[in-house]
């Protein structure tokens, strides 16, 4: 086990000694818990796969595109035919 020195403003002592006082723990074991919790929160927000994040983007309706699916195939064939018509 090891000693740490840690620096807290004035903001960061009240909240621990009020931590202390709700919870009746010690110092070291409100520190711990907060970076058992602090640990956790991190791993969750890691583990999170890319379609999880997709899933909570607000898009509004239609998502984000443009046009309706249905006329992507015709707009793309009437982009390349204005592009090589000579």
Request: charged share 30%; aromatic share 4%.
């Amino acid at each position: 086990m090891s000693t740490r020195t840690v620096r807290l403003d004035d903001n960061a002592e009240a909240t621990l000694a009020a931590l202390q006082k709700q919870t009746g723990l010690s110092v070291s074991s409100v520190l711990k818990r907060g970076l058992e919790t602090f640990a956790l929160a991190t791993r969750e927000k890691a583990a999170t796969r890319p379609y999880e994040a997709y899933c909570r983007l607000d898009l509004g309706p239609g998502g984000d595109a443009a046009d309706a699916a249905a006329d992507a195939k015709a707009r793309v064939a009437d982009k390349v035919r204005k592009k090589y018509s000579r």
